[in-house]
């Protein structure tokens, strides 16, 4: 059996007094909310904070608020089945639902919140592994080696950006509001995430996350697929989130597309699917867009399945996501 560290435990009831502790307990502490990525991390070593801060009792992190016309606010701490069965995400933001539904298992979306995925570790196959694994193959730079594993002469860690809700956010134009006694800030989610896999958010270690902010739904369609091993629960090793609206002639007005899992953070490739702007999409043509889009996605051998596989089967995927939104 693995076990916990030992830790203090710290109960704050509200977001001042979180920001607080977190600030005056220094880098050593680390904020858990639902525990379900942070608890499994720790019981593995690779974290081991003396302190926790549990965010689960601040009840304005749980509420979700506001209108599709107007922009919708969620709070960090609501759950993952709170955000999959709300009736206006699936209505107004469908990918959004159909990601939070896609993490996991229903017992870890009960406890898991959409902060804590947002902020989810990157993943990697030769990391995610006890302890005791970890030490017989000498380790790797991301915890307590030196070298990268995956690519051995690389100089930087390129673990996976594993969140299912990551790349929807990105691609719904999302924002966040960070918070620390310095003060506050809000920016957008992709802002939030940088192309690193050690290093894999641009939040200060003071900051705490304490909502999303959606932007107005107005005419966005949106879809997530996912790419996994077994259907019932694990992580993706592949997401796609796709987002379009369309004019009043049945033209593409806008298009978005990021690709989740097969980068240190979500990938944007809005390039490739702009080219459907001003199209009336064809089955040819979302061929042709999901080909140029699936190229910018690198799978590197460092997650399930072979490198072969997932590269094959990346454009399929983008294809049927933009089916999903235009029935073509
Ligand atoms: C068996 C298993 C399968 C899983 N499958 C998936 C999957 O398919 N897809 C997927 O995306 N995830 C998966 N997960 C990971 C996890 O369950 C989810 O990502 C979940 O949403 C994490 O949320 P949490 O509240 O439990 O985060 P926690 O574990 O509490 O925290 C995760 C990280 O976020 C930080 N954090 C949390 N909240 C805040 C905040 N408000 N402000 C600042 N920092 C914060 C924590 O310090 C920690 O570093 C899986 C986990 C397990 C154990
Ligand atoms: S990508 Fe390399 S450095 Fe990063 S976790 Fe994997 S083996 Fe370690």
Known sequence: MLRLPPFRYLAPGTIEQAVAMLAGEGEQAMLVAGGTDLYPNMKRRQFTPPVLIGLRGIAALKSIDGSPEQGMRIGAGVTLTTLAE??????????LATASAAVSTP???NAGTI???VLLDTRCNYYNQTEFWRHSIGYCMKKDGDICLVAPGSPRC???SSADTAPVLVTLDAQVRLVSVRGERVIPVRQLFQDDGMHPYTKAADEILTEILLPPADGWR???????RRGSFDFPILGVA???RLAADGTVADARLTLGAVASHPLEVNDAVARLVG????????????ALAAKRARPLDNADLTINYRKQVTPVYIRRALHELLEV
């Open 107 to 109: 017992q870890l979306r």
């Open 115 to 117: 902060g804590g995925n």
């Open 242 to 244: 796709a987002a379009l």
């Open 158 to 160: 390129w673990a996976i």
């Open 279 to 290: 199209q009336r999409p064809t089955p040819q043509l979302l061929e042709e867009v999901a």
């Open 86 to 95: 709300h009736p206006l995400i699936q209505q107004h933001y469908p990918a």
């Open 222 to 228: 949106s879809a997530y697929i996912k790419l996994r």
